[in-house]
Each structure stands twice: as structure tokens, then as C-alpha cells.
Nanobody, 119 residues
Framework: QVQLVESGGDLVQAGGSLMLSCTTSGRGFRINAMGWYRRAPGKQRELVATITSGGSTNYADSVKGRFTISRDNAKNTMYLQMNSLKPDDTAVYYC?????????????WGQGTQVTVSS
């Protein structure tokens, strides 16, 4: 089974920075694209950033220039460096990975990590 675990969420003041990490575990899988999503209270889940196995990235307009997504393929670990945080960034951040496993292609999710940005 593929397991994704996020870490790094915290309470920070506006303008501060955080780095989120998503570690993967398991055997017999190959991860393709990965991404970060977030869900704020009372709002729908939204895409934050994605990164392909080749390193191509996409960002939501709301985080462009402030967030940077990266991955270490050797470690099957993904990161999200968040700078200039705003209160609107407050949300539970989820790690997502598309992976080939057991002759199939599946989408996996982590449990989420809370990011809270105070004014």
C-alpha cells in the first residue's frame, strides 16, 4: 500500500514562512505527478501546486511568486516552501500523488497538515 504523510504545518504570523513535507512509503509503486491541495473551512478543496516527475510545475494564481513546490525523487518526498504567508492561506494542506501500483493507476492522499496564518 502507498502511504503519504504530510508534516510541517504550524501557526505563523502573516508574512512568515513554512515548509511542508510529504513523505511516501510502501513498495511496488512508481509515482508520477504529485501535488499540494488545500481546504479552508467552509470552502472547496483547491489546487495549490503540482509537479511532474520531470520537474514541471504549475501553481494556483493565488500562490504564484510566494510558494515553491519541489520533489526529491530519490526519497519520494515532496516539499512546499511557503513564503509571505497570508491569512487566506489558512487551510489544511493535503499531499496528493498519482502512482502506478499493482498494475493500476491510482490517486493517493495524505491525512493533511494544518497551516494557520494569523493577522
Amino acid at each position: 500500500q502507498v502511504q503519504l504523510v504530510e508534516s510541517g504545518g504550524d501557526l505563523v504570523q502573516a508574512g512568515g514562512s513554512l515548509m511542508l513535507s510529504c513523505t511516501t512509503s510502501g513498495r511496488g509503486f512508481r509515482i508520477n505527478a504529485m501535488g499540494w491541495y488545500r481546504r479552508a473551512p467552509g470552502k472547496q478543496r483547491e489546487l495549490v501546486a503540482t509537479i511532474t516527475s520531470g520537474g514541471s510545475t504549475n501553481y494556483a494564481d493565488s500562490v504564484k511568486g510566494r510558494f515553491t513546490i519541489s520533489r526529491d525523487n530519490a526519497k519520494n518526498t515532496m516539499y512546499l516552501q511557503m513564503n509571505s504567508l497570508k491569512p487566506d492561506d489558512t487551510a489544511v494542506y493535503y499531499c496528493n500523488a498519482d502512482a502506478y501500483y499493482a498494475m493500476g493507476y491510482y490517486t493517493y492522499w495524505g491525512q493533511g497538515t494544518q497551516v494557520t496564518v494569523s493577522s
